[in-house]
């Protein structure tokens, strides 16, 4: 067997692998968290809830529904964005005026109506979600054994990442929508609806986080607070990298998730709190974060 | 909380003279709460009180970051968790006095408030809440990891021992008194920190960080103070609690009592004096009410974050203050 470092190199890509899946659920969830704060102004602490009910969308459309984990991939965003949709036209539109914190407070009431709704009906253990049926099986890469759903989420990830990363960027859209973050009024004068522009960008937000979501139930089983510790960690990951760019948001999610991965393998007491003690570095050397603009 | 600025007066640290009316209120508001407290045991169960003072002492010192300093911090979890478990361990293991070992645990917590508030004031607004939040959640993991917490079973039959020696706490009228008294000298300290010439610069920080630093505040200088008194403080309150309570868990330590402070604080008002004290026991009483219900205790306080937020940013005293004023 091949060591490095005096650790089975098997153990060794496993837990690199682990990081890279962790990674690629920071990287959706904080690249959501930053779109979601460039346009709304607002710290979407309702973003893991978000999470956790794209995965339960999928698990009771699974069981009551018959619809599969395909189906599930694009219904379950769909649902969850048009939910996503109705707490921006109800409760978020009223707060844009006011200080950034209500908007953390609202959302944060709203993380917990919903995680507490999904314990009273789910209870707080977890719900088993079964590997869809062309995904089952893995590739043995000699070093390694490859599962083939861990490479699909890998992939699947990056491809959503580096999409939303060119439609931001690139894109005629996407050039309207950092106008407006950068200053709304002067958009809005050039006849672009703004309000609507607001209320589809949580809606693609929270959209993200449910496919997340569904990606993550058959990996991680469904349960009502999947959601509630994750979000602290992307909020770790998001002081880290700083909301300011897009392309930093990915790739702060996915090096800290592998970070995480290889501490797991060299010093596993440390593995909850490896993403923390990264963030108060970073505090201490580069306040503004590593991708940061300030503030 | 930089939108409302309101002008700074230009003269250093003039200490505004509060209105008579203003001051009368105050002052009837204490008596009033003073005497409350008095009467409160006959009619309802005097540990709830203990309790609920406490949470009103912990609820109070997030106010002072809050509400005169414009800081929201979401981990405040992390001081009154960990005095708790420090003071916890120092009553039961190593066998201190009730008021030393809640020394040891405020001490505690005024450490840790230094070390999280000289990270979290290198940032500013949204990601302040954020870095107060996740170095919370990093000393809930330490707390899950170590032997001395005891884990899921917390710290279990803390003895409430004999203050300075002689007093027996296990009689629950010198509880009561010792408790009263811890809660009231807080909310003494911190209703002088507040009027102090050192609060009117928090509060000029509030308004207007910028001009503040322009009329030759150290700015910095003056949040980390204000945050390690606040850290302080929630200490005293979680070291009280342990004690009174002889227990101390995971739940005071983990995110959701970060969120139950900012709760009762919203609630009774942001800012107000008597706010978090009222929050702490409508709030307190809510869920003791509600204990039969379970889980949707989690729903009714979210949908209570979400009217305050709405319809009562002023919360139940601001609103009271505001009747009075018209």
């Given at each position: 067997m091949i060591t490095i470092f005096g650790i089975p190199s098997a153990a060794l890509f496993g837990q690199l692998l682990i990081g890279l899946i962790n990674g690629s659920f920071y990287a959706l969830l904080s690249l959501g968290l930053a779109v979601i704060f460039g346009m709304l102004?607002?710290?979407?602490?309702a973003h893991g809830a978000q999470y956790m009910l794209g995965a339960v969308a999928a698990f009771l459309m699974l069981n009551f529904?018959?619809?599969n984990y395909w189906g599930a991939l694009i219904l379950a965003p769909l649902i969850v964005g048009a939910i996503g949709i109705v707490i921006e036209r109800t409760f978020l539109q009223w707060l844009y005026k006011l200080d950034h914190l209500y908007g953390l407070l609202l959302t944060f009431g709203l993380a917990l109506i919903i995680e507490g709704t999904a314990r009273n009906y789910l209870g707080s253990a977890g719900l088993p979600y079964a590997l869809p049926e062309a995904l089952r099986g893995g590739q043995n890469l000699g070093f390694m054994f490859l599962p083939n759903y861990r490479a699909w989420v890998i992939l699947v990830s990056l491809v959503i990442c580096f999409g939303t990363w060119y439609a931001i960027e690139r894109t005629r859209l996407g050039a309207y929508l950092r106008a407006a973050t950068e200053n709304p009024t002067l958009v809005r004068a050039f006849g672009i609806n703004v309000p609507v522009m607001i209320t589809l960008t949580y809606g693609f937000g929270v959209a993200l986080a449910a496919f997340a979501g569904v990606m993550a139930a058959p990996i991680y089983n469904v349960s009502p607070q999947m959601g509630a510790e994750l979000i602290i960690v992307v909020f770790a990951v998001v002081v880290i990298g700083g909301m300011g760019s897009i392309l930093g948001a990915i790739l702060t999610g996915f090096g800290l998730g592998v970070v995480e991965g290889l501490t797991k393998v060299f010093f596993p007491e440390a593995s909850n709190t490896v993403i923390f003690v990264v963030m108060a570095i970073v505090l201490l050397v580069r306040p503004a974060g590593l991708f940061g603009r300030g503030t | 909380m930089q939108a409302s600025s309101s002008p700074v007066s230009a003269t250093p640290v003039t200490v505004r003279q509060p209105s008579l009316l203003q001051r009368q209120g105050e002052l009837i508001g204490f008596v009033i709460m003073v005497a409350a407290l008095i009467v409160a045991p006959y009619f309802t169960y005097p540990l709830f009180l203990m309790q609920a003072m406490c949470f009103a002492l912990f609820a109070c010192a997030f106010n002072l970051l809050i509400g005169y300093v414009g800081l929201l911090s979401f981990g405040h979890a992390l001081y009154f968790g960990w005095a708790s478990y420090i003071s916890a361990h120092a009553a039961k293991v190593w066998g201190f006095n009730p008021e030393f070992a809640i020394l040891t645990g405020t001490l505690t917590a005024a450490v840790c408030g230094f070390l999280a508030g000289s990270l979290a004031i290198r940032r500013q607004g949204i990601y302040f809440a954020m870095i107060t939040l996740a170095l919370a959640q990093m000393m809930y993991f330490v707390a899950l990891r170590m032997k001395f917490t005891g884990g899921e079973d917390g710290i279990q039959a803390v003895p409430r021992g004999y203050l300075f020696g002689f007093i027996n706490l296990n009689n629950e009228t010198t509880m009561y008194v010792f408790v009263m008294a811890v809660f009231l000298a807080g909310f003494l300290l911190i209703y002088r920190i507040i009027h102090s010439p050192f609060g009117e610069v928090l509060k000029a920080i509030r308004e207007n960080e910028p001009r503040a630093i322009s009329l030759g505040y150290k700015t910095d200088r003056y949040k980390l103070i204000a945050f390690v008194l606040s850290a302080t403080l929630a200490g005293v309150a979680g070291s009280t609690k342990a004690i009174t309570l002889q227990i101390a868990s995971l739940t005071d330590v983990n995110w959701p009592m970060s969120g139950e402070v900012v709760l009762m604080t919203l609630v009774g008002g942001?800012?107000?004096?008597?706010g978090p004290v009222v929050g702490a026991f409508v709030i307190l009483a809510m869920q003791f009410k509600l204990s039969s219900v379970g889980e949707w205790v989690l729903v009714i306080q979210g949908v209570i974050f979400v009217t305050c937020v709405l319809l009562f940013r002023r919360g139940i005293v601001g609103e009271i203050a505001a009747l009075f004023r018209r």
């Open positions: 102004n607002i710290i979407n602490f529904l018959g619809v | 942001l800012g107000t004096i008597f």
